[in-house]
């Protein structure tokens, strides 16, 4: 038993020994003291690293949870309310794609919540009851097919160098505040825009500057109108009949001229600016050529027939646009545009009624 004891004493100076500190272990003790110092003294360090790291993983969850519902909601279940309106403003997610030019989802339910707020307060017609389903999905395409073509449009215009001024916009506003009573005020107007589509001033005026960059761009592609409104304007001036002037023009590209009689109209009857140039001839003068203001369907040529008092009758002469529906039916069969929402076709609508 003493035997143990004194090796057991033997052994445990020896680790004393060894635990000892010396000039060459002092180095290290010194470090392993402050080591264990460090935890005491910078404790919040370490907490608020922690915090920063568990920070930045719980907002990227958010945040790809946040887009995870924003995508559902638009693509899958297709919330057209003012709430997603507004992040699509916010955030220029695309509804379709025409020839590689993305089409915006907000233009889509710009369009889309104006007829829905004139149906619901106008017509008092709920879109999405059951019964209504059919009138629902026609809206739905009628306004995405809009919505590819003014996206082409818009395309186009990039590439041909094509703009819009605010003066221009102006201009078109101006004329559409136009009545057979008279020029209504600009508040006035936009009152009546607000009252009906639920649109606010500065809405208005995406949305004429969209009509009015079609219209150029219809115009600056189609060189077959521009051939025949050149046959139109010789062939008036050599033949006073309209109709026999038109018979004598011959068709472009499969594409002839129009010939229409007006009977007794307004002198401002708001029918794309005809009656306009009408009420400034003589009766049975011709006026100039020019291009309709508000469809921007063409450009036409009005002869005065007679006029009774603030009424006028005319006859017109129309060199149609079609290029540019053309180029865009082309591109709808060979695939060059793609729809990001499930909406039912015409045919499969047409359908779905009988």
């Given at each position: 038993m003493k035997k143990i004891l004194k090796y057991r004493r033997k052994k445990i100076s020896q680790e004393e020994?060894?635990?000892?500190?010396t000039n060459e272990t002092v180095a290290e003790h010194r470090e392993r003291i402050l080591s264990v110092g460090r935890k005491f003294k910078y404790p919040v360090q370490y907490a608020k690293h922690r915090l920063v790291i568990n920070t930045i993983v719980v907002s990227l969850i958010a945040l790809f949870a946040g887009l995870f519902v924003v995508w559902q909601?638009?693509?899958?279940?297709?919330?057209?309310?003012?709430?997603?309106?507004r992040i699509t403003r916010a955030?220029?997610?695309p509804v379709a794609s025409v020839d590689g030019q993305l089409v915006r989802y907000s233009d889509y339910l710009e369009r889309f919540k104006s007829q829905e707020h004139y149906l619901l307060t106008k017509q008092a017609l709920n879109l999405y009851s059951k019964e209504n389903q059919s009138q629902l999905d026609?809206?739905?395409?009628?306004?995405?097919?809009?919505s590819v073509t003014y996206g082409y449009a818009e395309k186009l215009a990039n590439e041909y160098g094509i703009k819009v001024t605010s003066e221009?916009?102006?201009?078109?506003?101006?004329?559409?505040?136009?009545?057979?009573?008279?020029?209504?005020?600009?508040?006035?107007?936009?009152?009546?825009t607000l009252d009906h589509f639920g649109w606010s001033p500065d809405e208005v005026r995406e949305i004429t500057a969209r009509d009015l960059l079609k219209q150029k761009v219809a115009f600056r592609v189609d060189d077959v109108a521009d051939r025949l409104r050149d046959k139109m304007v010789a062939a008036t001036k050599s033949e006073a009949d309209f109709n026999k002037a038109a018979a004598k023009i011959s068709a472009i590209d499969g594409v002839k001229v129009e010939v229409s009689e007006t009977p007794l109209v307004p002198v401002n009857n708001r029918d794309?600016?005809?009656?306009?140039h009408a009420s400034k001839l003589k009766v049975g003068d011709v006026s100039d050529v020019f291009k309709s203001t508000i469809r921007g369907d063409g450009y036409y040529i009005v002869k005065l027939l007679s006029r009774e008092g603030d009424r006028i009758s005319y006859v017109s002469m129309k060199a149609p646009l079609t290029v540019?529906?053309?180029?865009?039916?082309e591109l709808r069969q060979n695939g060059g545009v793609k729809e990001?929402?499930?909406?039912?076709?015409?045919?499969?609508?047409?359908?779905s009624k009988n």
């Open positions: 020994i060894q635990q000892r500190i909601q638009l693509y899958i279940a297709q919330n057209t309310s003012t709430f997603f309106y955030i220029p997610v026609s809206l739905k395409r009628k306004v995405l097919d809009d221009e916009v102006d201009a078109s506003i101006k004329r559409q505040r136009q009545s057979s009573d008279g020029e209504i005020s600009e508040k006035a107007y936009f009152d009546v794309d600016g005809l009656a306009e540019f529906q053309k180029k865009l039916s990001y929402i499930s909406v039912p076709t015409i045919e499969a609508i047409s359908k």
